[in-house]
Structure formats: structure tokens, C-alpha cells
């Protein structure tokens, strides 16, 4: 059973940083892809960051492109995405997935696990 648990949402000024980090556990995760989407009230879940388990490689959303940085730590089952230059527009709930493969992730349907989300709320 896989389990993903994220943390470190909060309350920010815009131009301020966070640092999400998504916890991974119930299997080995050496072919999964991991991803963090986002969800603002009133608007469909979004994507906006995904990287390979075994790479380095990442791919992001034209939104937060040069202000995020996705990142794992392979020894701690652990994905991170440092957010930097927030707006208020990034305000929304951020949720952690997992699927194995590097196929379409960028589309929610894709992933076939799911943390249960992480409050942002970015003043201005």
C-alpha cells in the first residue's frame, strides 16, 4: 500500500519561499515517477512539477517555471518542491502523486497515488 504524506503548507507573503516535502512509503520506488499538482478553490487540479525517481531530470509548469524546484532524496523516500517568489495565485491545496513509468505526467489521470494535500496561501 502506498502511502504519501505531505508537509510544510502555510501562510506566506507573496515574494516569500516554502518548501513542500512529500513523504513516500509501502513499496520501492526506484520506477516511479513523483509529481506535485494543485488545486485553488472553484478550479480544476493542475500540474506542476514531476520528476523521475531514478533521474535528475524534472519538467514543470510554464507558471511556475524558474520559481519552483522539484527535488528527491532517494535514501529517504522523500520528494521535496522548494517554491520561491510565491504569488497569490499560487494559493491552493498541493497534493504529492506517484505513478510508476514517465508517461503523460503531466495529466492527473495518470497517477495512481495521491497524498491527502497541503494548504498554501500566499498573501499579498
Known amino acids: 500500500q502506498v502511502q504519501l504524506v505531505e508537509s510544510g503548507g502555510g501562510l506566506v507573503q507573496a515574494g516569500g519561499s516554502l518548501r513542500l516535502t512529500c513523504a513516500a512509503s509501502?513499496?520501492?520506488?526506484?520506477?516511479?515517477?513523483m509529481g506535485w499538482f494543485r488545486q485553488a478553490p472553484g478550479k480544476e487540479r493542475e500540474f506542476v512539477a514531476a520528476?523521475?525517481?531514478?533521474?535528475?531530470?524534472?519538467t514543470y509548469a510554464d507558471s511556475v517555471k524558474g520559481r519552483f524546484t522539484i527535488s528527491r532524496d532517494n535514501a529517504k523516500n522523500t520528494v521535496y518542491l522548494q517554491m520561491n517568489s510565491l504569488k497569490p495565485e499560487d494559493t491552493a491545496v498541493y497534493y504529492c502523486?506517484?505513478?510508476?513509468?514517465?508517461?503523460?505526467?503531466?495529466?492527473?489521470?495518470?497517477?495512481?497515488?495521491w497524498g491527502q494535500g497541503t494548504q498554501v496561501t500566499v498573501s499579498s
Open positions: 502523486a506517484a505513478r510508476e513509468g514517465w508517461i503523460q505526467v503531466r495529466a492527473t489521470t495518470a497517477y495512481d497515488h
Open positions: 509501502g513499496r520501492t520506488f526506484t520506477t516511479y515517477t
Open positions: 520528476i523521475p525517481w531514478s533521474s535528475d531530470s524534472a
